[in-house]
Nanobody
Framework: QVQVVESGGGLVQPGGSLRLSCVVS????????MAWYRQAPGKERELVAT????????YIASPVKGRISISRDNAKKTVDLEMRSLKPEDTAAYFC??????????WGQGTQVTVSS
């Protein structure tokens, strides 16, 4: 059974850092471009960053450009999101999944990031 489990969120002050991790138990993980998404209260889920199977970043959303980095480990089937200089507007639940909407995994619970003083 395919599972997606995100972790690493928490409460952090503005300007702080967090590293989010996602473990994907899927035998085709290494064959697909992966992504991190986020959803703030009352807003639609939005794409944050994506990464090719070769561990090269393919996309970073403008609001977080310069403040995040995405990486993956195909052997461990993990996708990480390193976030720096966090802002209150980064507050959201963060999810990982495939980039391709036609090959979508069951969404995990997500991990909550709250940026507040």
């Amino acid at each position: 059974q395919v599972q997606v489990v995100e972790s690493g969120g928490g409460l952090v002050q503005p300007g702080g850092s967090l590293r989010l991790s996602c473990v994907v138990s899927w035998d085709k993980f290494a064959s697909y471009e992966m992504a991190w998404y986020r959803q703030a209260p009352g807003k639609e889920r939005e794409l944050v960053a994506t990464i090719y199977v070769t561990n090269s970043t393919s996309y970073i959303a403008s609001p977080v450009k310069g403040r995040i980095s995405i990486s993956r480990d195909n052997a461990k089937k993990t996708v990480d999101l390193e976030m720096r200089s966090l802002k209150p507007e980064d507050t959201a639940a963060y999810f990982c999944n495939t980039r391709n909407p036609l090959v979508r995994l069951i969404w995990g619970q997500g991990t909550q990031v709250t940026v507040s003083s």
